[in-house]
């Protein structure tokens, strides 16, 4: 079985920065791309940044230019760099791991983590 598990969230006041982490466990193979989802209270889950094992990267327009997400393929761990936080960025954060190949099955599979909150407030 594969376990994400992140870590990094908190509180933190406007403009402030947080880095969140997330390590991927078990009998892992290879992971095709790693990103962070955010769901906010009464708000849908959304994409907040991914990365392919090339380096690929993907942004929401709302967090262009202020979040950095990087990988390290090594570890299966994923990081987002979060700048200028904004109360709006208030949300639990969850990681996930897309196109996971793992020892045995063929197929490639999707995993989430349990997520982490965020807080931006003063």
């Known amino acids: 079985q594969v376990q994400l598990v992140e870590s990094g969230g908190g509180l933190v006041q406007p403009g402030g920065s947080l880095r969140l982490s997330c390590a991927a466990s078990?009998?892992?193979?290879?992971?095709?791309?790693m990103g962070w989802y955010r769901q906010a209270p009464g708000k849908q889950r959304e994409l907040v940044a991914e990365i392919t094992s090339g380096g690929i990267t993907n942004y929401a327009d709302s967090v262009k230019g202020r979040f950095t997400i990087s990988r390290d393929n090594a570890k299966n761990t994923v990081f987002l760099q979060m700048n200028s936080l904004k109360p709006e960025d208030t949300a639990v954060y969850y990681c996930?791991?897309?196109?996971?190949?793992?020892?045995?099955?063929?197929?490639?599979?999707?995993?989430w983590g349990q997520g982490t909150q965020v807080i931006v407030s003063s």
């Open positions: 996930n791991a897309d196109g996971v190949r793992i020892v045995g099955p063929r197929q490639r599979y999707n995993y």
């Open positions: 078990g009998s892992i193979l290879s992971i095709d791309a």
